[in-house]
């Protein structure tokens, strides 16, 4: 890790998530919380455009 550090053209940076969603597969997704709590939820509202 170290040596990354030294190049002049290449960033490391800490992320620390506050909230996500984990879709492991078919039907099988879940939210996860800032403590680490994960909770299974069911997706119905299917994928929603970009403007």
Known sequence: MQELV??????LFH????QGLFVKGFG????VAPNNQVDVVHLDQGHIEQH
């Open 6 to 11: 030294q190049f002049q053209d290449f960033s």
């Open 15 to 18: 992320l620390i998530p506050q």
């Open 28 to 31: 099988q997704a879940f939210q």
